[in-house]
């Protein structure tokens, strides 16, 4: 049974029963530097004279709340300002240790005072006193910055050989660490010698780079046999499909003897894989079938048609094991491409040399020829687990009813008609179920909210997204919301939406299990300016809900690291390309994030694809995530449902991208008391691509 939030009143903290009031923050004395964000100010910004709106209506015992909390916490802040916590957090950034240690001082009593503390530590961890270590993750053990800080205290002990103090501060479990687990083994192999380092060896298996902390246990691993000479040409299969070349050679070098794959001979391959791959000038060695497949995996993704022509060649002299591993990764590009024969191709693989995300997109070539039969013998072939995932129990019984198989395709739309997802909606269709969202709101009580305001973790989590620090403000979130029941996550997402927390009110609400309040999932704000965005560019408005949702968590000010920007997150070519066609030549970049601009320029942005990709939802969504052209791009060349054309998008973020916004427009829909219309009527049927609808030179939105 999770916790509750119930009881919060009778739990207190120390500094309540003490007699103090808590608080969001500290107020700001000092002048300290202000968000300028168009969302309510949250933490130290609030004062008696500043209320959030709820829905248009003015809070005014909210507002009461954070000012009496914010003036009391100022008290005690001993003249602490952001502006010096700022100071701080920047000499960390810059790694000025000295800079640090003189501002320190002046942050004490600010309320992420620990934030200061924990980045002195950081910088100088190699000479840093125990003591000091093992006194803050002491005091500020269920912080999130006590992981880090212990797993980096560790790390350098161990690589400074400091074993006996690594003994007294390791727990025990180096958790998902590669490279603290490595250090782990190094310290058992300190007292069972050579024997432990047999756990080193699940952590070669990967296409990624490994920590050079792995390298002595890797090195251990060989000279006691425990990784053959096959497990290493694994390795360099693996880098290699994972597009590491790099890694790829200099595992493949490092072989012994013979079986070493020398470095010219990759150069000949790199300057041009499939004429390397046509003439088959490789050893009938196993290390010269590693070269032929890496040549393979070089080619496909740069030409397919080449590769293909090549491998056909090639093939037949090769063991049946490795040829159907290159038919497998021969499928898997050409799905992606979109070839029309993909399908053809993994017919050729078997089933035994493909992983799971060749299973994947076997399944995708089956969708995208529109072969039911295989559709249904790839998802059948899939591992046990991955059979499991939403998208194949859809997909297979949509596979079932085709094939006439009514009642086993049934059985599969029931299992997923309760699901609030895609895959759940169309499901839910399929059976004929109209949409109903079973919303059920708490209404906290005063007591209990401001139970929850006096947490330190929560004043922590709000400061922190004040100052637009939104990665720590998440993480001091992540163990308040553990293990609570879903009356206490319905509690804390309505205390985070009054804070002004949107991307935190909604990512709390999805959390529930059973008991669900769809206004807190699908947040309105902003509303006047979404609608006159809407009418002004005769959008559907829960498109452009849903669009923000996926895109921002309404959070008005955010920039993506790519640039994007606001609720709508246009990028700056975008936007100066919209103020053009909408004669705004006064238009200055600043303007981007306001929230009316940004509205109604991704408004005119989306409808402008919307008209050129045959008003289709799903194109048009893919087009704002991914770019226009690659939209276009991924256009079938016979008619293809709209949702076995989703499916198949080859970017996994656009794919996910498209159902997510989809899915939130048709809950948007219901919210705003519009008339429904089917998720599976609005995907239609994607026809190909003509002349008239090509991609002009537009920015993308992100």
């Known amino acids: ?60 015992r909210w507002s009461a709340l954070l000012a009496a909390s914010t003036i009391a916490f100022a008290a005690l802040a001993n003249g602490a300002t952001d502006a010096d ?71 350098s002990l161990a690589t400074r050989g400091q074993w006996t103090a690594f003994a007294q501060d390791f727990s025990g479990s180096p958790g998902e660490d590669t490279e603290l687990r490595c250090h782990a083994i190094q310290f058992r192999r300190q007292s069972e010698g050579d024997a432990a380092v047999s756990a080193a060896r699940p ?42 070349t790099r890694l790829a050679q200099a595992v493949a070098s490092s072989l012994p003897g013979a079986e070493r794959i020398a470095e010219r001979d990759f150069a000949r391959v790199e300057r041009d894989p499939a004429g390397a791959l046509a003439k088959g000038e490789f050893e009938r060695s196993a290390s010269g079938r590693e070269l032929a497949l890496y040549a393979l995996e070089r080619a496909a993704r740069k030409d397919i048609a080449s590769a293909r022509a090549a491998w056909v060649k090639y093939r037949a002299s090769l063991p049946e094991r490795d040829r159907l591993r290159g038919n497998a990764r021969l499928g898997f590009h050409a799905a992606r491409q979109h070839v029309p024969d993909a399908n053809v191709y993994f017919r050729e693989a078997g089933t035994g040399a493909i992983g799971e995300e060749e299973h994947a997109w076997r399944v995708r070539a089956a969708l995208r020829a529109q072969s039911w039969r295989d559709v249904l013998a790839s998802i059948d072939a899939m591992p046990a687990a991955q059979k499991e995932e939403t998208t194949w129990r859809y997909w297979r019984a949509r596979a079932s009813l085709a094939l006439g198989a009514p009642d086993e395709a049934r059985r599969g739309f029931e299992s997923l008609a309760g699901e609030f997802n895609f895959y759940g909606l169309l499901a839910g269709e399929a059976l004929g179920i109209v949409l109903e969202p079973p919303s059920r709101p708490v209404t906290p009580t005063p007591e209990v909210l401001a139970a929850l305001a006096s947490r330190s973790e929560v004043r922590r989590a709000l400061k922190l997204a004040e100052l637009d620090m939104r990665l720590e403000a998440i993480r001091e979130w992540a163990p308040i ?53 809407a009418r002004e560019n005769d959008v559907d408005i829960a498109l452009l809900f849903a669009i923000a949702r996926q895109e921002s968590r309404f959070i008005p000010d955010i920039v993506s690291s790519a640039g994007a920007q606001g609720l709508m997150q246009l990028m700056p070519g975008t936007a100066r390309w919209v103020a053009k066609q909408l004669g705004q030549g006064a238009f200055r970049s ?53 949702a076995a054309w989703v499916e198949t998008i080859p970017f996994n973020e656009t794919r996910d991208y ?38 002009g030179g537009v920015a993308s939105a992100n």
């Open 85 to 155: 916590f700022l100071a701080a957090k920047a000499a960390y950034e810059r790694n000025d240790a000295r800079r640090l240690a003189a501002l320190a001082p002046a942050v004490r009593g600010h309320l992420l005072e620990p934030y200061v503390e924990y980045w002195q530590l950081r910088l100088g961890l190699d000479t840093v006193d125990a003591a000091a270590v093992r006194s803050f993750l002491s005091r500020h053990g269920a912080t999130p910055l006590a992981e880090p800080l212990r797993n980096e205290w560790l790390k």
């Open 1 to 60: 049974m999770g916790d509750s939030l119930v009881n919060f009143a009778s739990r207190r903290h120390e500094a309540d029963r003490r007699g103090r009031v808590a608080s969001f923050g500290s107020m700001n004395p000092g002048g300290a530097r202000r968000s300028d964000r168009a969302a309510p100010n949250i933490g130290g910004g609030l004062s008696a004279g500043r209320t959030i709106r709820e829905n248009g209506t003015v809070s005014t």
């Open 203 to 244: 952590l070669w298996f990967t296409g990624r780079g490994t920590p050079d902390a792995c390298e002595p246990l890797f090195a251990a691993l060989v000279a006691r046999g425990e990784l053959s000479t096959d497990d290493r040409r694994a390795r360099v299969r693996l880098a290699s499909e994972s597009g590491n």
């Open 590 to 642: 600043a303007q981007v994030t306001e929230i009316d601009t940004n509205t109604r320029f991704g408004a005119y942005y989306f409808r402008y694809w919307l008209e050129r990709l045959d008003s289709q939802p799903a194109l048009a969504a893919a087009a704002y995530n991914a770019g226009p052209g690659r939209a276009q791009a991924w256009r079938p060349l016979v008619p293809l449902e709209g």
């Open 481 to 533: 919301l553990r293990g609570l029941d879903d009356e206490s996550l319905l509690t804390i997402a309505e205390f985070t939406r009054r804070a002004g927390l949107n991307d935190r009110a909604i990512n709390t609400a999805e959390r529930t299990a059973a008991r669900h309040d769809f206004s807190l999932r699908y947040l309105m704000p902003y509303r006047g300016e979404f609608e006159n965005a």
């Open 658 to 695: 498209v159902k997510k916004v989809l899915a939130n427009a048709m809950f948007y829909t219901r919210a705003l008391d519009r008339q429904t219309v089917p998720l599976s009527v609005r995907l239609g049927v994607v026809n190909p691509r003509s002349p008239a609808g090509a991609a």
